[in-house]
C-alpha cells in the first residue's frame, strides 16, 4: 500500500509540474505585455509571444511580442528593464 500511495504522489506532482508549465506558456504575451505596459509602451490585447532563438542567450531571453496595436521586440534580463524595440509591419531584422 505504501508504493502505490508513493506511486500516486509522483503520478500528482509531474502532472502539476506539465500543467504548471502549460499555463504559463498560454499566460507568457500577457505576462510580457504587463512588463511592457508598466515600462510605458501600449499593449492593448496581447496576441502572441515568440521566443527568438537567435537573438536569446543564456539569461537573455529576447521575444517578439504581438500586439492587437503593435509589435514588439523584448529582450528580458534577470533584475532588470526589459529592452524594448517597436518592430514596424514588415521590418523585423534578426529572424
Do not use: H
Not at 15 to 37: C, F, K, M, W, Y
Not at 57 to 82: H, I, M
Amino acid at each position: 500500500m505504501m508504493k502505490f500511495t508513493g506511486l500516486a504522489f509522483a503520478v500528482l506532482f509531474v502532472g502539476d509540474v506539465a500543467g504548471s508549465a502549460a499555463r504559463t506558456e498560454e499566460n507568457l504575451p500577457d505576462l510580457l505585455a504587463i512588463q511592457l505596459r508598466a515600462q510605458g509602451y501600449a499593449c492593448d490585447k496581447p496576441l502572441k509571444a515568440e521566443r527568438n532563438d537567435k537573438l536569446s542567450k543564456p539569461d537573455n531571453e529576447a521575444w517578439t511580442l504581438t500586439c492587437s496595436n503593435a509589435t514588439y521586440r523584448v529582450t528580458r534580463v534577470p533584475d532588470l528593464a526589459a529592452k524594448v524595440e517597436k518592430i514596424e509591419d514588415g521590418k523585423e531584422a534578426g529572424k
